[in-house]
């Protein structure tokens, strides 16, 4: 429900939408009654049935971010062949159906990077876990494994997706996006597009967030500092994972540990391919906290309080993902911490919401882009999330754009 959140406060309202998950849906009717909630698979709904029944009209907006994990750098990456994967060409069934004014999709940012057909690493020449080397260069190995095929290339699955969207004929923009760029304390990097049936699209928002003349970022300080005391019911580390912790210095991961513990923290990911930079992490005060994630006291998704030897608390985390402290989360510790985890941070979807009102009132002419031009902003979008991807330098480049800039779930609004 962030993104909801984040689309209410630009004053957008929500009055249907469809989950999968009984817990979600349970907290969804405890916070916001009003709201037509279809559970189960979106693949089970008719959409002409739902728009009649919440009364939709040509005006509605569509929103949504379909499960993410088959193309999360967390998951195993099997793209398209998985079934959440697949969710998304059944969100974009109901943008085919109904016609909406506009829509909002956001996924993580390595959808861009999926394959639309996932091979496993050890089927793969060479064996490498980096499916895009195999994209810049020729890789061999010593083994028989045969080339990868252009749907197992990377990015096969968004370019599959691009050319079917051609087919919805609405106005694109979309790119990688940066929350705390919006004044979120977290840094989450999503992926996201807003399509228009009636208008030009204008671009993606700006930021307002980051080096002067910008607003500050919003630091995990500023979100949080006022619960140090009182943090609300939490996760814990088995007593050897917080011995471990102890040594690990704020803004610190497994990397800061002397060489003796490194080998311990991480276990079988030690001689692993990656960065590994979300092993055993201590966050930062002074910084926007890095992505959330659904298990904050696993080795390989830890997030440390900065100075107690503790996970992140439930209640932080909604602080951090711009949830109102008196949002009420249904289901057992693990569940809440799922269900917040897994939301986009508010301020990101007030900012998606605001510029979707705002290219809808400024009534450009349509103008679809060209393939030479969709294949522009996607690369340009890959160079974005590329510069995250490496973590070596503080601010990414700027994505361009092929519109001026300006500076001022399924879910139906």
């Known amino acids: 429900m962030g993104l909801d959140l984040g689309l209410e406060a630009a004053g957008i309202d929500t009055v249907a939408c469809c989950e999968i998950d009984k817990w979600c849906c349970e907290t969804i009717?405890?916070?916001?009654?009003?709201?037509?909630?279809?559970?189960?698979?979106?693949?089970?709904?008719?959409?002409?049935a739902v728009a009649e029944s919440v009364g939709l009209d040509s005006s509605a907006l569509l929103?949504?971010?379909?499960?993410?994990?088959?193309?999360?750098?967390?998951?195993?990456?099997?793209?398209?062949?998985?079934?959440?994967?697949?969710?998304?060409?059944?969100?974009?069934?109901?943008?085919?159906?109904?016609?909406p004014q506009a829509f909002i999709f956001e996924n993580v940012g390595n959808l861009l990077t999926a394959a639309l057909k996932h091979r496993p690493i050890h089927l793969r020449p060479g064996k490498h876990w980096n499916l895009a080397r195999y994209s810049r260069e020729t890789v061999a190995g010593e083994d028989d494994n045969p080339d990868l095929e252009d749907s197992e290339q990377s990015g096969s699955a968004f370019r599959y997706l691009l050319d079917e969207l051609h087919a919805l004929n609405y106005s694109l923009t979309f790119g990688i996006l940066n929350s705390a760029d919006f004044?979120?304390?977290?840094?989450?990097?999503?992926?996201?597009?807003?399509?228009?049936?009636?208008?030009?699209?204008?671009?993606?928002?700006?930021?307002?967030?980051?080096?002067?003349?910008?607003?500050?970022?919003?630091?995990?300080?500023?979100?949080?500092?006022?619960?140090?005391?009182?943090?609300?019911?939490?996760?814990?580390?088995?007593?050897?994972?917080?011995?471990?912790?102890?040594?690990?210095?704020?803004?610190?991961?497994?990397?800061?540990?002397?060489?003796?513990?490194?080998?311990?923290?991480?276990?079988?990911?030690?001689?692993?391919?990656?960065?590994?930079?979300?092993?055993?992490?201590?966050?930062?005060?002074?910084?926007?906290?890095?992505?959330?994630?659904?298990?904050?006291?696993r080795k390989g998704t830890a997030l440390c309080h900065p100075e107690s030897d503790r996970p992140l608390s439930v209640d932080e985390y909604k602080r951090i993902q711009g949830f109102p402290d008196q949002w009420q989360l249904i289901g057992a510790m693990n569940q809440q911490y799922q269900q917040i985890g897994n939301a986009v941070p508010t301020q990101l979807g007030m900012a998606l919401g605001l510029k979707v009102i705002r290219t809808i009132a400024d009534g450009r002419e349509k103008r679809e882009l060209t393939k030479p031009e969709l294949s522009s902003t996607t690369?340009?979008?890959?160079?974005?999330?590329?510069?995250?991807?490496?973590?070596?330098?503080?601010?990414?480049?700027?994505?361009?754009?092929?519109?001026?800039l300006e500076h001022d779930q399924v879910h139906f609004a």
């Open 183 to 297: 004044g979120a304390p977290q840094k989450r990097i999503r992926f996201c597009m807003l399509g228009f049936r009636d208008v030009g699209a204008s671009g993606l928002p700006v930021p307002t967030h980051g080096d002067p003349p910008l607003l500050p970022y919003v630091t995990l300080r500023d979100a949080i500092a006022d619960l140090v005391q009182s943090p609300g019911a939490h996760s814990v580390y088995t007593d050897r994972i917080a011995d471990i912790f102890r040594k690990v210095p704020p803004g610190g991961n497994w990397k800061n540990l002397p060489i003796e513990f490194q080998r311990e923290a991480l276990g079988g990911s030690f001689e692993a391919g990656g960065g590994k930079t979300g092993f055993m992490r201590r966050l930062s005060w002074d910084a926007p906290a890095p992505t959330l994630t659904t298990k904050s006291n």
């Open 29 to 48: 009717r405890k916070n916001r009654p009003e709201i037509k909630v279809f559970e189960g698979s979106v693949a089970q709904l008719d959409p002409i």
């Open 63 to 99: 929103v949504g971010g379909p499960p993410c994990q088959s193309f999360s750098s967390a998951g195993k990456r099997s793209g398209l062949n998985d079934s959440r994967g697949n969710l998304i060409f059944e969100y974009f069934r109901f943008v085919n159906a109904l016609k």
């Open 379 to 404: 690369e340009s979008a890959l160079r974005k999330l590329r510069s995250y991807a490496r973590n070596n330098q503080k601010k990414p480049p700027q994505q361009s754009s092929l519109f001026p």
